[in-house]
């Protein structure tokens, strides 16, 4: 079956087994949702992450990190630009998530990056998603 949006599907997995409390989730690779993953894993968000091949198929196993009460460090994660509707931003004007708390994931002409590295490098680009 045929996703029209793999990037919100992929964050959809995250969010849903970060609810319901799993230790893991496999979501179907792509580079951009490597590159999503491993921003995930360089800001706390997750404990690790995997390329696996099972099948013939590409994988990412994401593993997911909580707390000591067994809370999940993911809060919330909800993405920004959809297929219909694209959400572009200048460096100057990227919006903060959660005052500062949260982190906004950018795709911008040197790559795909943090909203606090693309405002540093001074370069704009496609809104992602936020994570907090």
């Given at each position: 079956m045929s996703v029209s949006?793999?990037?919100a599907d992929m964050l959809t997995k995250i969010r849903?087994?970060?609810?319901?409390?799993?230790?893991?989730?496999?979501v179907p690779s792509s580079k951009l949702k490597l590159e999503?993953?491993?921003?995930?894993?360089?800001?706390?968000?997750?404990?690790?992450?995997?390329?696996?091949?099972?099948?013939g198929t590409n994988n990412i196993r994401v593993f997911l990190k909580y707390d000591d009460n067994e809370v999940s460090?993911?809060?919330?994660?909800?993405?920004l630009s959809t297929?219909?509707?694209?959400v572009y931003s200048g460096y100057?004007?990227?919006?903060?998530?959660?005052?500062?708390?949260?982190?906004l994931i950018v795709s911008t002409s040197l790559g795909v990056t943090t909203g606090k590295r693309a405002a540093e490098q001074q370069v704009g680009g496609e809104l992602i998603c936020k994570v907090w």
């Open positions: 949006d793999p990037v849903n087994a970060a609810t319901a409390g799993h230790e893991k989730v496999d999503i993953v491993k921003i995930l894993k360089t800001e706390g968000y997750i404990r690790n992450f995997k390329k696996i091949a099972e099948d460090v993911i809060q919330g994660i909800e993405k297929p219909g509707r694209r100057k004007t990227l919006p903060r998530v959660y005052n500062g708390y949260g982190t």
